[in-house]
């Protein structure tokens, strides 16, 4: 039986679709105004994981993800500059809609390439905030009509959440202390109403309350509902979105249709570096290409995500990631040794699998079972690769298909150099080259094919 924590029902659920087999399933995108960091790819590979277990499962999974070009404030609270604004002037662009295009294309292209490095399905509908603006303005004339808006002359349309008799029921409100002080500076009504839409005359869009732009919130719930409907699913997010986002999305989609917004949340923990909340503020803020750049694959970055579970917080360390790609190169290289012809998967050890992963998303566990299997001398070469490979549909590892652990530029030219010397049978130099990439963690082998770098330990 497949099951998952609603964050809705604070209770693990069996899963059943409104309309089997087919699962609408909508993702928090990012915010283009920059690459994402490290904390944020969290979020996508639990999402990438979840599509593959439903999909191994027999459900036809459609997954929407948006993408928020304009809106999104520095505070969640609907208070600060828009975002993209900020990105606008950090890389010297024109305030205008052109301008902000063309900062959301280059992150967006950014975005896409990280989530394929780390072989994150690409989701079927990837929509902009800019390009369904009708759709937004659309449900806040309908919030209007009954009722639940008001506006503040020289700053936007307003959700009033007093009108809602059942906001917040996600849970996780940030406390009043916390709000209150923001609501009594911006006249807001009430400390949790939340912008609809803000005014802008030099940036944005006409609308019937003024020109300006869509508030975070609206953005989602027209995006979902335009791609699979006024109730679906499922809907995922970190667990930051709990208390304002996602309490605000349930609010104004409910409250403009009368129906269930989404009936499945999902939400994973947080990714901490070094004990420490991941903060621009802190200069803690790392991107998968740092960890390119450190040598590490991105797919064992993946590894490491999925030996924790999704809604448990991890703690990101250097020596942590290390580790787990030492164990991912070693599984690697284990199931490239194995034979695969004539082989079978393994029933038992293809159920205990597949228990786990049916079981809120049990990745640690199933990741145990995976190495449980090749250490198992009773099943065959054979069975253990075509069984691993066939947990690697849902793992996402490519398992079969790694070439070599990337490199930072500073090994590569030691590399180099070692080569070099080899080729001038230069051996004094080639092996203090070898010493001074060891220093770095790093242990080459010579293969026929030539040098080969693997983490030291592997």
């Given amino acids: 039986?497949?099951?998952?924590?609603?964050?809705?029902?604070?209770?693990?659920?069996?899963?059943?679709?409104?309309?089997?087999?087919?699962?609408?399933?909508?993702?928090?995108?990012?915010?283009?105004?920059?690459?994402?960091?490290?904390?944020?790819?969290?979020?996508?590979?639990?999402?990438?994981?979840?599509?593959?277990?439903?999909?191994?499962?027999?459900?036809?999974?459609?997954?929407?993800?948006?993408?928020?070009?304009?809106?999104?404030?520095?505070?969640?609270?609907?208070?600060?500059?828009?975002?993209?604004?900020?990105?606008?002037?950090r890389e010297g662009l024109p305030m205008t809609l052109v301008g902000m295009r063309e900062l959301a294309e280059r992150y967006t292209k950014v975005f896409e390439e990280d989530l394929a490095s780390l072989n994150i399905l690409h989701p079927q509908e990837l929509p902009r905030a800019t390009d369904n603006i009708p759709e937004q303005i659309d449900i806040i004339k309908r919030l209007e009509e009954k009722g639940f808006t008001y506006i503040i002359p020289g700053d936007g349309v307003y959700f009033d959440t007093e009108k809602d008799a059942h906001y917040g029921r996600l849970g996780g409100l940030t406390p009043l202390s916390d709000v209150r002080a923001d609501?009594?500076?911006?006249?807001?009504?009430?400390?949790?109403?939340?912008?609809?839409?803000?005014?802008?005359?030099?940036?944005?869009?006409?609308?019937?309350?003024?020109?300006?732009?869509?508030?975070?919130?609206?953005?989602?719930?027209?995006?979902?509902?335009?791609?699979?409907?006024?109730?679906?699913?499922?809907?995922?997010?970190?667990?930051?979105?709990?208390?304002?986002?996602?309490?605000?999305?349930?609010?104004?989609?409910?409250?403009?249709?009368?129906?269930?917004?989404?009936?499945?949340?999902?939400?994973?923990?947080?990714?901490?570096?070094?004990?420490?909340k991941i903060s621009k503020s802190l200069g803690n803020v790392l991107v998968l290409s740092t960890l390119q750049e450190k040598g590490?694959?991105?797919?064992?970055?993946?590894?490491?995500?999925?030996?924790?579970?999704?809604r448990s917080e991890m703690n990101f360390t250097m020596e942590a990631l290390l580790a787990g790609q030492n164990a991912y190169l070693k599984l690697v290289e284990r199931i490239r040794e194995l034979d695969e012809e004539g082989g079978t998967v393994n029933d038992e050890y293809y159920k205990r699998f597949m228990d786990a992963v049916n079981d809120d998303l049990g990745t640690p566990q199933a990741v145990a079972v995976l190495w449980e299997l090749l250490k198992d001398e009773a099943v065959s070469p054979a069975d253990k690769k075509v069984t691993a490979l066939a947990f690697?549909?849902?793992?996402?590892?490519?398992?079969?298909?790694?070439?070599?652990?990337?490199?930072?530029?500073?090994?590569?030219?030691?590399?180099?150099?070692r080569q070099a010397a080899r080729e001038a049978k230069d051996w004094t130099t080639s092996d203090n080259l070898r010493a001074d990439i060891e220093k770095l963690g790093f242990d080459v082998k010579d293969t026929p094919d030539g040098q080969k770098i693997i983490p030291k330990n592997s």
Avoid at 185 to 204: C, I, M, Q, V, Y
Wanted: glycine fraction near 8%; charge should be negative; hydrophobic fraction near 40%.
């Fill in 1 to 89: 039986m497949l099951t998952f924590y609603n964050t809705l029902s604070r209770t693990k659920e069996p899963f059943e679709p409104l309309v089997a087999p087919h699962v609408g399933m909508y993702n928090c995108g990012p915010t283009v105004y920059d690459r994402v960091h490290i904390g944020n790819l969290r979020a996508y590979v639990f999402a990438d994981t979840l599509r593959r277990v439903l999909t191994t499962n027999g459900f036809d999974v459609l997954q929407v993800m948006n993408i928020t070009d304009v809106g999104h404030l520095t505070s969640d609270a609907d208070s600060g500059e828009d975002k993209m604004s900020k990105g606008l002037k």
């Fill in 183 to 276: 609501a009594e500076e911006s006249h807001k009504h009430g400390p949790r109403d939340f912008a609809l839409w803000k005014f802008n005359t030099e940036l944005g869009w006409e609308s019937p309350w003024g020109k300006g732009f869509p508030g975070w919130h609206i953005e989602c719930s027209a995006m979902s509902m335009k791609y699979l409907g006024e109730t679906f699913d499922i809907h995922t997010g970190g667990i930051d979105h709990i208390p304002v986002h996602h309490n605000n999305e349930i609010a104004q989609s409910e409250n403009a249709t009368g129906k269930v917004f989404a009936r499945y949340w999902l939400h994973n923990a947080f990714l901490n570096i070094d004990n420490e």
């Fill in 296 to 310: 590490v694959t991105p797919l064992a970055y993946r590894y490491w995500l999925l030996t924790g579970h999704y």
């Fill in 392 to 417: 690697d549909t849902v793992l996402g590892l490519k398992l079969d298909s790694v070439e070599a652990v990337a490199v930072s530029n500073d090994i590569q030219s030691l590399l180099d150099a």
